[in-house]
T-cell receptor, first 113, second 109 residues
Framework: NAGVTQTPKFQVLKTGQSMTLQCAQDMNHNSMYWYRQDPGMGLRLIYYSASEGTTDKGEVPNGYNVSRLNKREFSLRLESAAPSQTSVYFC????????????FGSGTRLTVV | RKEVEQDPGPFNVPEGATVAFNCTYSNSASQSFFWYRQDCRKEPKLLMSVYSSGNEDGRFTAQLNRASQYISLLIRDSKLSDSATYLCVANYNFNKFYFGSGTKLNVKP
């Protein structure tokens, strides 16, 4: 029972490089989310997808794009990485979030140099 | 002002102690609340939901005070394995979850 799977677990990028973070869930959840976690800032929502085919901006969307490829998969793309995007990125999914909360993936530690 | 505020701690307590954390939220329209636990370098995991009437799960008790806009988590008989960061979460609508920065707990032998 995998839950939410994120790849890669670690990544180092040079400023200006691009990359895509992958996320997949096997719980048949409708909603998926991308968060970043920085020291002292808590988790901040980047983008979310309430259902297959829809995506919306969260609190800190600048510099990111997302794709909800199908019900299972939700990817996050950094087109031109900046040092300010150094963070830990978590993907999450939920059925009825207001009742059951989220299930998180294990995270991607990204460093941009 | 942050939507959800927590004392970052750390709270250093001996095994067997009772410890309580509070968390305040700014939006009175918040509908649901949760406590998550996050171990070092791991993902957050749901600890418990917080219901208006208060709820208990073993050694853990969560309370909600809507009038004062805070939620609390009480841990009784602390174990070494309770050492972690505890995140408070407030939900305003379907996709508006706001996380606190977390309160760090260290349980010492």
């Amino acid at each position: 029972n995998a839950g939410v799977t994120q790849t890669p677990k670690f990544q180092v990028l040079k400023t200006g490089q691009s990359m895509t973070l992958q996320c997949a869930q096997d719980m048949n959840h409708n909603s998926m989310y991308w968060y970043r976690q920085d020291p002292g800032m808590g988790l901040r929502l980047i983008y979310y997808s309430a259902s297959e085919g829809t995506t919306d901006k969260g609190e800190v969307p600048n510099g990111y794009n997302v794709s909800r490829l199908n019900k299972r998969e939700f990817s996050l793309r950094l087109e031109s990485a900046a040092p300010s995007q150094t963070s830990v990125y978590f993907c999450a999914s939920s059925g009825d979030a207001s009742v059951y909360g989220y299930t998180f993936g294990s995270g991607t530690r990204l460093t941009v140099v | 002002r942050k939507e959800v505020e927590q004392d970052p701690g750390p709270f250093n307590v001996p095994e067997g102690a009772t410890v309580a954390f509070n968390c305040t939220y700014s939006n009175s329209a918040s509908q649901s609340f949760f406590w998550y636990r996050q171990d070092c370098r791991k993902e957050p995991k749901l600890l418990m939901s917080v219901y208006s009437s208060g709820n208990e799960d073993g050694r853990f008790t969560a309370q909600l005070n809507r009038a004062s806009q805070y939620i609390s988590l009480l841990i009784r008989d602390s174990k070494l394995s309770d050492s972690a960061t505890y995140l408070c979460v407030a939900n305003y609508n379907f996709n508006k979850f706001y996380f606190g920065s977390g309160t760090k707990l260290n349980v010492k032998p």
